[in-house]
Structure formats: C-alpha cells, structure tokens
C-alpha cells in the first residue's frame, strides 16, 4: 500500500510539473504586445546636435548640446526648448546669450499624429506648431518673434533602449504685429536633430 501511495504521489507530482512547464512553454510563445505611446510616456534626456547659419550665411554647427524633455500620452514636451542654439546662430553667442536672457524659459510642445508601432519600436509624424517667442525687459514687450517648423521623417523609439530620436527644422522667422493676421516670414534654415534616454 505504502508502494502504491508514493508510486501515486510520484506520478501526481510529474503531471503538476508537466502542466506548469506547459502553462510556461504557453507563456513563452504568446505574441509581444505592440508598443503605444502611453509606454513612451516619463522624463527623457540626452543630447542634440544643431546644424545652420548665421545671419551672413556662415554656417554654424554644435554638437551634443545638453537637452531634457517629457512625454506625455501623445505629446513631447520641452520645459526648456533650446532657443539659445538658435539665436547663438543668428546674432552670435554674446548677443544670442543677451537675447535669451529677455526671452527667459520658453516651453513648447510638439504632437505625436498617426503612430506605428510594434512589440519593438514606434514612429510617428511630428505636428509642430508655430513658435512664438516674447522678447521682453523689465516687463515690457519689445517684440514677439514667430518661427515655424517641421519635422521631417518620423520619430522614433527603440524600446531595447528606451531611447527617442526626432529632428525638427527651422523653416521661416518673423515678427507678430498687432492686428496682422499673416505676418510676412523670412527664410531661416536650421536643423536640430535629438537624441534622448528614458529615465
């Protein structure tokens, strides 16, 4: 009797651990969600590189210029946009510094539209609405700079290394102007292109 108890207790055990390898095997093949852009969502930092000219059309190039910036849903969102990478370019570093002091901390926020993803990574068109830019001193207006961009290609983030990568590209510049709807723009080509780490 004693046999036939641990000859069943033997043959139980071996039929519990055939269905938990099973139930493992089974957990191993299931198909890898794809990503959406709430897995992209959290703080980012890491590095851009800028690439333009200057207002006699010398060209200017930086490299691995610190940047952070946050995610939210479908939006990324610079606290801190780099304006001064921009003016530096234009007027030059002394006088882009003096500029960026009377702009102060410019946020902007550009928009995820139409993502593609999969279980590795997602890309997007990026909608990047018209800068504007409140130059100021001593609390009064001086001017109010509007910049337009785009972004060519698509975002992208690898979720191996949680790592995001986009370029925006300056288009036109110009200056907003009470009662004008559709200031004139001028030329101003710039790239930017952004490299950033999930925290």
């Not at 139980?12 to 139930?23: D, K, P, Q, V």
């Not at 849903?73 to 002091?101: D, T």
């Not at 001086?142 to 785009?150: A, H, K, R, S, Y």
Request: proline share 5%; aromatic share 8%; charged share 20%.
């Amino acid at each position: 009797m004693k046999r036939f108890f641990k000859t069943a207790f033997v043959l139980a055990m071996s039929f519990t651990a055939l269905a938990f390898a099973g139930c493992s095997d089974d957990e191993k093949n299931l198909p890898e969600k794809d990503l959406t852009v709430d897995n992209l969502s959290g703080n980012y930092v890491g590095t851009f590189n800028f690439e333009g000219s200057d207002m006699e059309g010398n060209p200017v190039k930086k490299q691995d210029l610190p940047i952070s910036l946050n995610v939210e849903k479908n939006k990324v969102i610079f606290p801190e946009f780099p304006i001064s990478a921009i003016l530096s370019a234009l007027v030059g570093e002394e006088a882009g510094a003096g500029l960026a002091g009377m702009i102060g901390k410019l946020s902007y926020t550009v928009e995820m539209v139409d993502p593609v993803a999969d279980a590795q990574s997602l890309s997007s068109t990026l909608k990047t609405p018209r800068l504007r830019i409140v130059v100021a001193a001593e609390g009064v207006t001086i001017m109010v700079v509007l910049i337009d961009l785009e972004s060519p290609g698509k975002m992208v983030y690898t979720a191996s290394n949680k790592t995001l990568t986009f370029v925006l590209k300056t288009t036109k510049f110009g200056y907003e102007e009470a009662g004008v709807d559709n200031p004139e723009m001028f030329p101003l080509l710039n790239t930017l292109t952004f490299k950033v780490v999930k925290k």
